[in-house]
């Protein structure tokens, strides 16, 4: 029997590496048509609203008030960083400009939001869970879209597959980082969790709101976008029910 | 005051609901047309309360089947995207001020009284689920009401309308809400095995329209931050309003 604290991790690890396999739909893209970042940017979007809905319905149960605090700090934060973003000539691989800004700022979001992913599992594991297996194999399951959004996001934009996969799993590590201390140090980490919780969702629908959007609403028409936008948020809270 | 009938309770909060749109004309008591930054504040904020009213509506719904509560959404996002087509509303812009053609008139009046049928089916839905449930969203929408119908005033006025003409008309163009809160609340009642459909349903449709309509919108009227902060403070607000009543 292996150390409980090496199991957590181990289980944590685990699911940041099936966040990877989010990347590969996007291996039989070929052409990249203004059309096809404005989908990817809509379903980008839906993911993400609905991963946030399941966050702040998590969130609330703990706390609503501290759960809505953290969303107004994952706000702030994500126009912070877009602040120190703006301000210098960002580049993601050969890609520069705003781009390059956008594709910095998914990446970011997203592995800020697996931090208090992170603490959720630990919480529960140390919250006496019998199922460890099953719960991590339900997170595993529940990080592939997320890694969907951020190659969503940047394959479009000319990253490779496998760097997305890459960078799709460098946004989950958090995960089992945070898994440890939340399992040891349960009853502080429960005090925190409705705010973590509340900024990844606040920061996600910022992002989604400011940034995916407005972007997705420019390059294609309007039904069409709303169209994925909608059915791929349903789609994602259906998802996080079963798993 | 839920003491009443559990009808007339849809009734009186659907119709306080729909009443709600004659203050959106209050602004132009004081001038004649509003910056179109701050329509798109009206825009933005309607939007982000109807989202609030949609996780509030999925979040009470999933309960009682997800499979179900999906499946309505499904219907509803594929209903509210076909009315637009069939109606010949989807790609309408809600800011053209100058456009007094008779066309455009009867568009706008359309797409207003298209959003409030899906709200008066939120409504309904959610009175079946509870009465103080439905109260609950049945005030959110009254006051999402209130920035929709600003908008629309924005564009009334423009035409030369007088104030109180288009207030009666905002007022008028949701006397649909009454009616879908009505028959939704029935039909639930009727048959309540569809209650998860009509939540899921409701859900899915004001998702699409904030998404189709509100959101495209208001970012050609205001600054992406500025409409993005607006939303999601809306959102927040309703969210947090649910949580503390419950």
């Known amino acids: 029997m292996t150390h409980p604290v090496l199991t957590v991790f181990l289980y944590g690890l685990v699911t940041a590496l099936a966040t990877g396999l989010g990347a590969l739909p996007f291996a039989f893209l070929r052409t990249v048509s203004p059309r096809v970042v404005a989908s990817a940017n809509a379903i980008a979007g839906g993911l993400m609203l609905g991963a946030s809905f399941g966050l702040v319905a998590e969130g609330t149960e703990y706390g609503a008030w501290q759960t809505l605090a953290g969303a107004l700090l994952g706000v702030l934060f994500i126009i912070g960083t877009q602040r120190l973003l703006g301000d210098r000539e960002v580049a993601f691989g050969d890609v520069r400009g705003s781009d390059a800004r956008q594709m910095a700022l998914i990446v970011i979001v997203m592995t800020i939001h697996s931090f208090a992913e992170g603490v959720a599992v630990g919480v529960s594991f140390g919250g006496g869970a019998t199922l460890a297996l099953v719960i991590t194999l339900a997170i595993a399951v529940h990080n592939i879209p997320e890694g969907l959004a951020i190659t969503a996001v940047l394959r479009p934009r000319g990253v490779s597959v496998a760097k997305c996969a890459g960078w799709s799993i460098f946004s989950s590590l958090p995960q089992p980082l945070m898994a440890v201390p939340a399992f040891l140090f349960v009853e502080t980490f429960q005090k925190a969790l409705p705010y973590g919780l509340g900024f990844a969702a606040g920061a996600m629908v910022f992002m989604v709101l400011e940034e995916l959007l407005p972007e997705a609403y420019d390059r294609a028409r309007r039904p069409v976008v709303a169209l994925q936008v909608s059915l791929t948020l349903v789609a994602m809270v259906l998802f996080q029910q079963y798993l | ?246």
């Open chain 2, 1 to 246: 005051m839920l003491d009443l009938e559990p009808t007339l309770v849809v009734l009186l909060f659907s119709a306080i609901s729909a009443a709600a749109a004659v203050f959106g004309a209050g602004p132009f008591l004081f001038r004649r047309q509003l910056p179109i930054v701050q329509i798109g504040w009206a825009n933005a904020l309607a939007a982000g309360m109807m989202l609030g009213a949609a996780y509030v509506l999925l979040i009470g719904g999933l309960p009682l089947g997800a499979g179900a509560v999906a499946a309505g959404a499904v219907l509803g996002i594929g209903f509210a995207a076909w009315s637009h087509t069939a109606s010949g509303t989807d790609d309408l812009d809600l800011n053209r001020l100058e456009d007094t053609g008779p066309t455009y008139g009867y568009q706008v009046l359309l797409v207003n009284s298209l959003h409030s049928a899906f709200e008066g089916v939120a409504i309904g839905a959610a009175m079946a689920l509870s009465l103080p449930f439905g109260v609950f969203v049945a005030l959110a929408i009254a006051i999402h009401n209130i920035p929709e119908a600003t908008v629309l005033c924005a564009i009334l006025t423009g035409r030369r309308l007088a104030i109180s003409s288009a207030a009666g008309l905002a007022v008028a163009a949701n006397v649909s809400q009454v009616m879908l809160a009505i028959f939704t609340f029935a039909i639930v009642d009727a048959a309540p095995g569809v209650l998860p459909w009509a939540l899921g349903f409701a859900t899915g449709a004001l998702i699409q329209l904030v998404m189709a309509d509100l959101l495209p919108e208001s970012y050609h009227q205001a600054g992406h931050r500025t409409i993005a902060l607006v939303a999601i403070v809306a959102m927040g607000i309703v969210v947090l309003l649910r949580t503390a009543v419950a």
